[in-house]
């Protein structure tokens, strides 16, 4: 997307925060997740400190994207927030009050395209977290605990009325494989499907972003085409 000349503001909403290891960084340096800036987080939340269990719904988040954006790509902007706590310590509410008002406030961002790398999980889903989006890509892996998954994906999507929810198929080894996953998937057929590729699994394994080559680089060509295809009612 960014190649194509559109600005993509990407948040990497994971409390294990590593979407910055796959994106080519304009500085060598790793950004400082907003959950290490505790100054920003204390100014969000007005420095209430309320009493343990209590949060704030409508938290500010006016500096938070400024202030915690590095940039990637050429100036592309990413915020990292990294929120992630010792065992024991409690749930997330607080940060899951805080992101939905970030998130509202990147929709007004200076950005064609805001991608929000979220959990692999549903808790974004289910506390309704991201429930502005306009598309939801599911990845879906050749197996059958990663259908399953989906599935539970696309309802809590469509409680969410979110119009748009889609697969994208990643890691297929053969053709056979590509084939099984697209019978599973037949009344939900992918945009994309990525295959197993030596280079990326490489990228992982020294900790620098791949290069997208070949067959790969076909199947994220033919995803962007079929975001950009979508009849949004405005842009991401």
Same mark, same amino acid.
């Given at each position: 997307?960014?190649? $194509?000349? *559109?600005?993509?503001? &990407?948040?990497? =909403?994971?409390? #294990?925060?590593? !979407?910055?290891?796959?994106?080519?960084?304009?500085?060598?340096?790793?950004?400082?997740?907003?959950?290490?800036?505790?100054?920003?987080?204390?100014?969000?939340?007005?420095?209430?400190?309320?009493?343990?269990?209590?949060?704030?719904?409508?938290?500010?988040?006016?500096?938070?994207?400024?202030?915690?954006?590095?940039?990637?790509?050429?100036?592309?902007?990413?915020?990292?927030?990294?929120?992630?706590?010792?065992?024991?310590?409690?749930?997330?509410?607080?940060?899951?009050?805080?992101? $939905?008002? *970030?998130?509202?406030? &990147?929709?007004? =961002?200076?950005? #064609?395209?805001? !991608?929000?790398?979220?959990?692999?999980?549903?808790?974004?889903?289910?506390?309704?977290?991201?429930?502005?989006?306009?598309?939801?890509?599911?990845?879906?892996?050749?197996?059958?605990?990663?259908?399953?998954?989906?599935?539970?994906?696309?309802?809590?999507?469509?409680?969410?009325?979110?119009?748009?929810?889609?697969?994208?198929?990643?890691?297929?080894?053969?053709?056979?494989?590509?084939?099984?996953?697209?019978?599973?998937?037949?009344?939900?057929?992918?945009?994309?499907?990525?295959?197993?590729?030596?280079?990326?699994?490489?990228?992982?394994?020294?900790?620098?972003?791949?290069?997208?080559?070949?067959?790969?680089?076909?199947?994220?060509?033919?995803?962007?085409?079929?975001?950009?295809?979508?009849?949004?009612?405005?842009?991401?």
């Amino acid at each position: 997307m960014a190649a $194509r000349g *559109l600005r993509v503001l &990407a948040i990497d =909403a994971d409390p #294990d925060a590593n !979407l910055a290891s796959v994106l080519p960084l304009d500085n060598a340096e790793r950004p400082k997740s907003l959950a290490q800036q505790s100054e920003l987080l204390r100014a969000a939340t007005n420095g209430t400190g309320l009493p343990d269990g209590l949060f704030l719904l409508n938290p500010d988040t006016r500096q938070l994207l400024p202030q915690g954006t590095v940039t990637w790509g050429g100036g592309q902007p990413l915020v990292a927030l990294g929120w992630s706590k010792d065992g024991g310590e409690g749930c997330y509410c607080a940060e899951h009050a805080l992101l $939905r008002q *970030l998130l509202l406030k &990147a929709c007004k =961002a200076i950005a #064609d395209i805001t !991608l929000i790398d979220s959990e692999a999980g549903l808790e974004h889903l289910s506390r309704g977290t991201i429930a502005g989006i306009d598309i939801a890509l599911v990845v879906i892996e050749s197996g059958r605990r990663s259908l399953e998954t989906a599935d539970a994906i696309r309802r809590l999507a469509a409680h969410l009325a979110i119009r748009h929810v889609h697969t994208v198929v990643s890691g297929c080894l053969n053709g056979d494989e590509r084939e099984k996953v697209l019978e599973w998937l037949r009344d939900w057929p992918p945009l994309s499907v990525f295959p197993f590729d030596e280079a990326i699994r490489h990228g992982d394994l020294v900790g620098e972003p791949p290069a997208l080559l070949g067959d790969f680089r076909r199947a994220a060509e033919s995803l962007v085409d079929a975001l950009l295809d979508l009849p949004l009612k405005a842009a991401a």
